[in-house]
């Protein structure tokens, strides 16, 4: 992986880590939307391979959105459990 991707990955982990908090409520910090979206991104990816559902999307970078939002709001609604 070279600089612009991780830094791509980064965004698209912030972002969706933002998205998360609006759908579930909720602030934070840029920290916590990173680590939300960064761990959402694993859980998304492994959600949607394991239930065989297909987004649909052809624009790579918004599939990557989506996944990593729907897996950062399964992560923040997990912790909320938790906690």
């Known amino acids: 992986m070279n600089f612009r991707n991780v830094m791509v990955a980064?965004?698209?982990?912030?972002?969706?880590?933002?998205?998360?908090s609006f759908i579930v409520g909720g602030g934070?910090?840029?920290?916590?939307?990173?680590?939300?979206g960064i761990l959402g991104?694993?859980?998304?990816?492994?959600?949607?391979?394991?239930?065989?559902?297909?987004?649909?999307?052809?624009?790579?970078?918004?599939?990557?959105i989506v996944t990593a939002t729907i897996g950062a709001v399964l992560v923040v609604i997990i912790a909320r459990l938790i906690a």
């Open 28 to 36: 934070g910090s840029i920290l916590k939307y990173l680590v939300w």
């Open 10 to 20: 980064l965004l698209i982990g912030l972002v969706a880590g933002w998205l998360a």
């Open 41 to 64: 991104s694993f859980v998304g990816s492994y959600a949607l391979r394991f239930s065989g559902i297909s987004l649909g999307l052809r624009n790579e970078v918004a599939r990557d």
